[in-house]
């Protein structure tokens, strides 16, 4: 009789995940836990918004093992002492998991592994289609700029489609017995994880969200029937649906990015999928470029990954600046409606994420890792991976980065890609009845009509803080 553990982190899932369908065919027991470690980068450190997520998604991961006739376990505190007494407590004599790529969790996974060698750990990948390592330069270096990545990543799924091979659910997944389970002294119920905050304003966030496996499968297909074919246009408008949604999904594995593509091909090529249909596999590869950004250079957590900036000049006494681009009060209405988005509903369209950052970093002058860390905490989609890409690259100073002296011109960026104002108006409500001349810049509107409308004047003047910015920049340009 073997009795084994599948220790679930970012895969939180039954369908294609390999960890589960070796340990599911390998054990007659199998121990399903999942553990909320304080050190753990990747779950929960994440703030507050994923959490609530986490919240959500074990419990549908629970029912769905349930409905298996088998059960997950729950248990806190630093990951190797909980396998440890969960090993004694049960007399498991196998572990299995998924891998993860940040800093952190690799040197506590090696040291975890060395601890439990008798138990000869195996571990999958399950969160990425090519893994870090995988897609290098021919001189084995890893790539700085996407798009002879993407090409590489196409060519060696061109003669490597098996890799695109999901796994089905597995049929039986072993449950633990009742004495083994009764002897699980260190588990806790989901509650004691305390995920969910004390104030109640998780509700409204997650109203219009599905959390879970099955659900997650239902927008992938809602998603691939309709708007993946006007996608090219589409994820520019943040007034409209243009985009998946399926990032908070990807980062708690309850979808696989294989699936993803898998159902996107149908049986064709790459090379077969419309234009539409290649820019949306083109971003499913984004983020898997962020996950090889964040392995090979891991310092960008925190460190811009250009040198030249440490050196960056930002502003000082910004305190009252980063309050109000938190609260959506900058005076900007593009910028506020995205911050006021995000607040709201724990994400935030990705062309309003740019522009909101290049706000914070260039008109406001205030470090990027100020505006990473809001997001970390608020977006129910946060992942060290892309969100410290995503900085890094409006900031100028990480792999294949916007340069620094693009600046986002946030009135004209609304004017171009929310035309009507919609998207301002429902989250600026302030300026709802403003007219389309006006909803990108209201301080242009004449004293009268802007003395009845409560909403702030602009922080800082675009132009000049846009030169202050470039000024800045100069400083550092000819440095190493
Ligand atoms: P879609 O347009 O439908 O794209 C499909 C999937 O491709 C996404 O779910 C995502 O997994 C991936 N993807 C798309 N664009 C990117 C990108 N630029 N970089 C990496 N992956 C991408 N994404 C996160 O998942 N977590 C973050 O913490 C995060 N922080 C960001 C911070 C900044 C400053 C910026 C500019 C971007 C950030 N992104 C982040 C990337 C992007 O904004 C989101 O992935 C996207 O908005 C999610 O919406 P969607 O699922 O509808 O995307």
Known sequence: MSRGILWFRQDLRLRDNPALAAASKECDELLCVFIDDPQDQTISQLGAASRVWLHHSLTALQASLRKKGSELYFAQGPSQEVLEELISQSGAQRIYWNRCYDPVTIERDK?????????QPRTFNGLLIHEPWENLKSDGSPYRVYTPYWRAAATALGKEPDRLQTLNMPRNIPALSD???????????????????????????????????????????RFLKSAVHGYDEGRNLPAEQGTSRLSPHLHFGEVSPRHILNRLLLERRLSALSESETTF?????????????????????????????????WAEQTDEHLRRWQRGMTGVPIVDAGMRELYATGWMHNRVRMIVASYLIKNLLIPWQAGEQWFRDKLVDADLASNCMG?????????????FFRIFNPVLQGEKFDKQGDYVRRWVPELAE??????????ELD????????????????????????????AIKGTK
Do not use: N
């Open 111 to 119: 040291s975890i592994k060395t601890a439990l060698s008798d138990l």
């Open 447 to 474: 004293a009268q009509t802007r003395s009845g409308i409560d909403y702030p004047e602009p922080l800082v003047d675009l132009k000049q803080s846009r030169e202050r910015a470039l000024t800045s920049f100069t």
């Open 281 to 313: 596999a083109k971003e499913i590869l984004w983020r898997e470029f962020a996950y090889s950004l964040l392995f090979h250079f891991p310092q960008t957590i925190d460190e811009p990954l250009d040198p030249r900036f440490r050196k960056f000049e």
């Open 391 to 403: 900085w890094q690259w409006t900031a100028g100073c990480g792999a294949d980065a916007a340069p």
């Open 434 to 443: 403003v007219a389309k001349k006006y909803v990108h810049k209201p301080w």
């Open 179 to 221: 004495v083994a389970a009764q002897a699980l002294a260190a588990c806790v119920s989901l509650e004691q994880l305390e995920l969910l905050p004390c104030r109640d304003w998780h509700e409204s966030m997650l109203k219009d969200w599905q959390v879970g496996e099955d659900a997650a499968q239902a927008q992938v297909e």
